[in-house]
Structure formats: C-alpha cells, structure tokens
C-alpha cells in the first residue's frame, strides 16, 4: 500500500510562489508514474502535471505551462510542484497520485494511489 502526505499548501497573493511536497511512504518514487491533480470548488478534478516514472520527463497543463514545474527527489521519496506567478484561478485543492504502471496523459483513472490534498488560495 503507498501512501502519499502533501504538504506545502497556503494562502498566497497574486504572483507569488508556493511549493507543494508529496512524501510517499510504501513505494519508491522514481518506480511510479506520478502526477498532480487540482480541483477548483464546485469542479471537476483537473491535470495539471505528471513525472514519468523512470525517467526524467514531465508533461504540464496548458494552463499552468511555464509557471508551475514538477520534480523528484529520490532520496527524500518525495514528489514536488513549484508554483511560481500564482493567479486566483489557480486556487483549488491541490491532489498527488501515483501510479505503479504507466499513466496515460492527464487520466485521472490510471492512479490507484492518491493523497488526502492540500488547499491553495491566491488572492487577488
């Protein structure tokens, strides 16, 4: 069973920068597709960005393409999402998810694994 803690949430102003943390505990990171999911009130979940386990490669959302980046550090087994030039829409409940297979581009149904979620509030 992998467990996974995000972390890093908060309120913030327009064009600032948060970073949010995902510990995983139960699996090792770099063997698991991961992503980041966000969903903003009263909608649907979203891609925002995935890691391609094994290997170096992300895929980010149109909308959050050249502001928010996500990495891994294999020593702390810990996913991460930088945030930078934050806007109000980018408040939502942020969400980690793993996968121990190969994920499909942005499919929310192809994470077994997902973490509680943390809140991120930008204010304009």
């Known amino acids: 069973q992998v467990d996974l803690v995000e972390s890093g949430g908060g309120l913030v102003q327009t064009g600032g920068s948060l970073r949010l943390s995902c510990a995983v505990s139960?699996?090792?990171?770099?063997?698991?597709?991961m992503a980041w999911f966000r969903r903003h009130p009263g909608k649907e979940r979203e891609f925002v960005a995935d890691?391609?386990?094994?290997?170096?490669?992300?895929n980010v959302a149109d909308s959050v393409k050249g502001r928010f980046t996500i990495s891994r550090d294999n020593a702390k087994n810990t996913l991460y999402l930088q945030m930078n030039s934050l806007k109000p829409e980018d408040t939502a409940v942020y969400y980690c998810?793993?996968?121990?297979?190969?994920?499909?581009?942005?499919?929310?149904?192809?994470?077994?694994?997902w973490g509680q979620g943390t809140q991120v509030t930008v204010s304009s």
């Open positions: 998810a793993a996968s121990p297979n190969p994920a499909r581009y942005g499919l929310e149904t192809d994470y077994p694994y």
């Open positions: 139960g699996g090792t990171v770099r063997t698991y597709a």
């Open positions: 890691i391609i386990r094994f290997s170096p490669f992300t």
